[in-house]
T-cell receptor
Framework: EPEVTQTPSHQVTQMGQEVILRCVPISNHLYFYWYRQILGQKVEFLVSFYNNEISEKSEIFDDQFSVERPDGSNFTLKIRSTKLEDSAMYFC??????????????FGPGTRLTVT | GQNIDQPTEMTATEGAIVQINCTYQTSGFNGLFWYQQHAGEAPTFLSYNVLDGLEEKGRFSSFLSRSKGYSYLLLKELQMKDSASYLCAVRSGAAYSGAGSYQLTFGKGTKLSVIP
């Protein structure tokens, strides 16, 4: 069964450093998402991406964040100048279609980011 | 704004039936999803409702009342492996609209403990 993959599974970085989280969505999916989940809290939407541009972004997704689809398979989330409060599990998700149907979003296993 | 409420924790006995409720207030509605999340893992899709009524899928059923802003997830013949958090998520925006909102807004999740 096709699945979303993410690397690394765990990233430790120092405050102020840049990190890139990588995702490989399901191959025939067209819509890509990033969510985050701070330990013990709810899953929060960050950004959605379609046709090589951002479709939507939340208030969390400020200038510190950027996304990119550098080739036909990878989808990346870059966090510039990380802060302690960026420590969270980051989930990538993909879907075939965005709305008007039951096509659900498939989530990857997540990258646990720890900022020290 | 979006507000999704569900109980924080529930406990049920192996073999029993449990109902997890979710109420929501959202600006626009384009479907309600239930996800299962085991500790430290990614959310996995369980069910989807966009019209009023009951959707059944094996041991899991989900109900929606749009007029009441209410859904529930029903789990039958509980097994120990069903111990997990159950996340209610709403997709807002207009159905069948290319400009619709693609993001999912999650509740905080209900942690279900199944005991022998």
């Amino acid at each position: 069964e096709p699945e979303v993959t993410q690397t690394p599974s765990h990233q430790v970085t120092q405050m102020g450093q840049e990190v890139i989280l990588r995702c490989v969505p399901i191959s025939n999916h067209l819509y890509f998402y990033w969510y985050r989940q701070i330990l013990g809290q709810k899953v929060e939407f960050l950004v959605s991406f379609y046709n090589n541009e951002i479709s939507e972004k939340s208030e969390i997704f400020d200038d510190q964040f950027s996304v990119e689809r550098p080739d036909g398979s990878n989808f990346t989330l870059k966090i510039r100048s990380t802060k302690l409060e960026d420590s969270a599990m980051y989930f990538c998700a993909s879907s075939r279609y965005p709305s008007g149907s039951s096509y659900e979003q498939y989530f990857g296993p997540g990258t646990r980011l720890t900022v020290t | 704004g979006q507000n999704i409420d569900q109980p924080t924790e529930m406990t049920a006995t192996e073999g029993a039936i449990v109902q997890i409720n979710c109420t929501y207030q959202t600006s626009g509605f384009n479907g309600l999803f239930w996800y299962q999340q085991h500790a430290g893992e990614a959310p996995t899709f369980l069910s989807y409702n966009v019209l009023d009524g009951l959707e059944e899928k094996g041991r899991f059923s989900s109900f929606l009342s749009r007029s009441k802003g209410y859904s529930y997830l029903l789990l039958k013949e509980l097994q120990m492996k069903d111990s997990a958090s159950y996340l209610c998520a709403v997709r807002s925006g207009a159905a069948y609209s290319g400009a619709g909102s693609y993001q999912l807004t999650f509740g905080k999740g209900t942690k279900l403990s199944v005991i022998p």
